[in-house]
């Protein structure tokens, strides 16, 4: 699976958007980027994923680039709840299932 | 919502001891996961299992380790002697299909070996 970068820990104020960068640049055609995150030692939560195109659910909005070397997640409104590791993941998918590699990933703070 | 859910939530068991942990995957889905988080570190994979055989396995999922379907709910995770450095928290899995699909955890059944 290819390797994410991702930034340590990152600051945002409660009630601004929350822009998490990834970079993912030796990612391959059939591999989708994943965002979960994990709150203190809760078990990880999936936030939202895609392969080329722009996502969005009710959590959040990805955006990946068009060489699709880098992505955004975005949470619109954080509040402090939104507090926890977020985790950009790589992952191949095959039809024997394929795993999740989590790295460290960023350790967003919402402050009141 | 559906949800994995894991049982126990906490164990504390003597070194040498045989554990067995329990997981019911969410209800239509096919493929299952075990990955462990020791206290402090990353979470890693230890295996998956599709079609009631292991399909993935990591170098941690060594030969004290075991896996099984015993029946169309449940999903257990098996160490056989345990070893002081098996404490960690373990999370269970689950997916419907493997391609483009989303893995879902449970809240983790927290390990400690004394």
């Known amino acids: 699976d290819a390797k994410t970068t991702q930034p340590p820990s990152m600051d945002c104020a409660e009630g601004r958007a929350a822009n998490l960068p990834c970079n993912h640049s030796?990612?391959?055609?059939?591999?989708?980027v994943y965002w979960y995150r994990q709150i203190h030692s809760q078990g990880p939560q999936y936030i939202i994923h895609?392969?080329?195109n722009n996502e969005t659910n009710e959590m959040a909005s990805l955006i990946i680039t068009e060489d699709r070397k880098s992505s955004t997640l975005i949470l619109p409104h954080a509040t402090l709840r939104d507090t926890a590791v977020y985790y950009c993941?790589?992952?191949?998918?095959?039809?024997?299932?394929?795993?999740?590699?989590f790295g460290e990933g960023t350790q967003l703070t919402v402050n009141p | 919502e559906p949800e994995v859910t894991q049982t126990p939530s906490h164990q504390v068991t003597q070194m040498g001891q045989e554990v067995i942990l329990r997981c019911v995957p969410i209800?239509?889905?096919?493929?299952f996961y075990w990955y462990r988080q020791i206290l402090g570190q990353k979470v890693e994979f230890l295996v998956s299992?599709?079609?009631?055989?292991?399909?993935?396995k990591s170098e941690i999922f060594d030969d004290q380790f075991s896996v099984e379907r015993p029946d169309g709910s449940n999903f257990t995770l098996k160490i056989r002697s345990t070893k002081l450095e098996d404490s960690a928290m373990y999370f269970c899995?689950?997916?419907?299909?493997?391609?483009?699909?989303?893995?879902?955890f449970g809240e983790g059944s927290w390990l400690t070996v004394v």
């Open positions: 993941i790589v992952r191949v998918a095959q039809t024997s299932g394929s795993r999740l590699t």
């Open positions: 899995a689950s997916s419907r299909t493997a391609i483009g699909n989303t893995i879902y």
């Open positions: 209800s239509n889905h096919l493929y």
């Open positions: 895609g392969l080329k």
């Open positions: 299992f599709y079609n009631n055989e292991i399909s993935e």
């Open positions: 030796t990612i391959s055609g059939n591999e989708y």
